[in-house]
């Protein structure tokens, strides 16, 4: 079984930066592909970004790019979500997930953690 751990949310002001944490365990790190996942109060959950196992592949949401990355340390089982320039349209609760991805084909994503806030504050 696929355990998540995220932190670093908190409150951040309009423009200011932020690193979202995600530690996996429970399954070979490099056999898993990493997401982040928001969602505001009334709205759905969207996909932020994410990021295969060689960390070569990665994936920014339209609202997101060129102000977040998404990278990871296979060394660590850690992938991080780094928040720049952010707005209040960035306030939500952020998830991380995790899908198998070794062997192919690719599952989805069934492995989620609790959420952390992220709070904009203007």
């Known amino acids: 079984q696929v355990r998540l751990a995220e932190s670093g949310g908190g409150l951040v002001q309009v423009g200011g930066s932020m690193t979202l944490s995600c530690r996996a365990s429970g399954r070979t790190y490099t056999t898993l592909g990493i997401g982040w996942f928001r969602q505001a109060p009334g709205k759905e959950r969207e996909r932020v970004a994410s990021i295969d196992v060689t960390g070569n592949d990665q994936i920014l949401a339209d609202a997101v790019r060129g102000r977040f990355t998404i990278s990871r340390d296979n060394d660590e089982s850690t992938a991080y979500l780094h928040l720049n320039d952010v707005t209040p349209a960035d306030t939500a609760t952020y998830f991380c997930?995790?899908?198998?991805?070794?062997?192919?084909?690719?599952?989805?994503?069934?492995?989620w953690g609790q959420g952390t806030q992220v709070t904009v504050s203007s």
């Open positions: 997930a995790a899908r198998i991805e070794r062997p192919f084909p690719k599952q989805e994503w069934v492995y």
